[in-house]
């Protein structure tokens, strides 16, 4: 792989970019102002237009068996019964009997009405005790899906005027400007001009005819160059008829973050009014794991009908490649023990598991598996954009702690991703735990094992 970016150039870029996402809560609007009213009748207005039949089955469902306590790696790692994934369902439940309920008019002299403090409250239990990975899920006996009623607690708390600063900072600035971090036009062209004077080619962007739209995110243009780089120098090996494109590179999307519906439905459909005015039948997200269900679940509903392209995460759509024959990577030098992290939304909520195995195998890694691996895969503890959430950093090293202590106990030597919000809370983990594990983008290391790189191979 020709390197786009150095270690040092990646280390000096983590330490601005790192100070940078310190200081969002900074630059935020003020919370809001709204009366106490106010705030829970916009909460309870969202809870009773999402509340359909199939959630209050569910929230009828629970017998309190404590499965899904033992999933999450909040609750583990504090043994406080207050983040018991259910228990984040409280206040909407609480709405539900009171508002919706068959009983509803006996509930009301039993359960009293939210208040404010009980959104406030909440506030800590829906970000910063949540990653939304969904693992409780996998392990509730009723199938109660807490993740996407987590999620309908932050459209309520956002809804309100309470979401963290950050998440409100971010999800304002991609509402205006259609991307994050202030990767604008001119330094995403920047950064594509740069990865192709590196990589000796020229990088197609707005091209007329491609088959094939590849996204890039405002983390991997201002941190993880390699990401980007990696994808777009394997798909010019392919010979894939691929293209960039300036009004439509941004794949995160931070209206679904944090709890911003109109946001997030606004970006995912001006995403998809792009491919379809580019034409093009196939869609590659960057290596972000919201951005995949935000875009391959999301357009058709964005849309209000069904899309005619297929979406993909870089891990899949290049797996598949390596699956079917198309391609050919060649393994490397590899003695070392290797981990692989699969991104809860790429991986459990996407299905993506053989695709990246695939990969690593190809490469000639010895992959040794986390105890818990595939759909019980353990969260990196900062997805979301928990990553990003001060008031949440103990959570998150207690999160990172678990993960991590999984990955030791396969004696890997280095760690693969395919996701940069989980690559940056690993590098950011490291730093607060001392740890020095190298932390590798996937598609990094696909470029790194094309066939005119093979000889001395190493990523």
């Known amino acids: 792989m020709t390197e786009v970016i150095t270690k040092d150039e990646l280390k000096e870029s983590f330490a601005m970019f790192y100070g940078m996402a310190a200081s969002l809560g900074d630059l935020a609007e003020p919370e809001p102002a709204m009366a106490p009213e106010e705030r829970v009748a916009k909460a309870k207005e969202v809870f009773l237009k999402s509340l359909d039949n199939n959630m209050a089955v569910q929230l009828d469902a629970c017998v309190h068996c404590g499965a899904c306590a033992q999933a999450c790696q909040f609750y583990q790692g504090t043994e406080n019964p207050k983040y018991t994934p259910i228990h984040k369902l409280d206040l909407m439940k609480r709405v539900y009997k009171r508002e919706m309920s068959p009983m509803a008019w006996l509930n009301r002299l039993t359960t009293s009405d939210i208040t404010e403090q009980d959104l406030r409250d909440q506030v800590e239990l829906a970000y910063d005790s949540c990653t939304m990975c969904g693992r409780c899920n996998m392990v509730c006996p009723a199938g109660i899906n807490i993740a996407d009623m987590v999620a309908l607690n932050r459209s309520a708390l956002f809804a309100a005027g309470l979401a963290p600063a950050e998440l409100r900072y971010m999800a304002a600035g ?249 690559r940056m809370n690993f590098e950011v983990g490291k730093v607060r735990a001392g740890d020095s594990i190298p932390v590798e983008s996937l598609a990094a290391v696909i470029a790194a094992h094309l066939p005119k790189k093979a000889e001395g191979v190493k990523a």
């Not at 008829?241 to 709890?259: K, M, P, R, V």
């Not at 459990?348 to 195998?361: N, Q, Y």
């Open 174 to 422: 991609q509402d205006a400007d259609g991307t994050i971090f202030g990767a604008d036009e001119d330094l995403f062209m920047f950064r594509i001009n740069d990865i192709s004077q590196k990589l000796g080619f020229e990088v197609p962007v707005n091209k007329v005819g491609a088959d094939l739209l590849l996204l890039t995110s405002g983390l991997d243009i201002h941190l993880f160059a390699d990401a980007t780089g990696g994808a777009i120098e394997t798909l010019h090996h392919m010979g894939v008829n691929y293209t960039l494109a300036t009004d439509a590179y941004e794949g995160a999307n931070f209206g679904s973050l944090s709890g911003d519906d109109a946001t997030k439905k606004k970006l995912t459909k001006h995403i998809t009014e792009a491919v379809e005015k580019l034409g093009v039948k196939e869609v590659i997200v960057p290596e972000c794991g919201h951005s995949y269900p935000a875009l391959r679940f999301g357009a058709a509903e964005a849309m209000g009908r069904p899309v005619n392209f297929e979406v993909y995460t870089v891990s899949e759509y290049f797996g598949r490649a390596v699956m079917d024959g198309r391609l050919k990577l060649v393994p490397g030098n590899h003695p070392d023990i290797v981990a692989l992290h699969d991104p809860c939304k790429v991986g459990r909520w996407g299905g993506v598991f053989e695709e990246p195995r695939a990969i690593l195998k190809a490469c000639g890694y010895n992959l040794h598996e986390t105890e818990s691996n595939r759909e019980y895969n353990y969260c990196c503890g900062g997805g979301a954009g928990n990553f990003l959430i001060p008031s949440a950093n103990e959570l998150k090293k207690i999160g990172y702690r678990i993960k991590m202590n999984e990955i030791e106990n396969t004696g890997a030597q280095s760690l693969i991703v395919s996701c940069g919000s989980c």
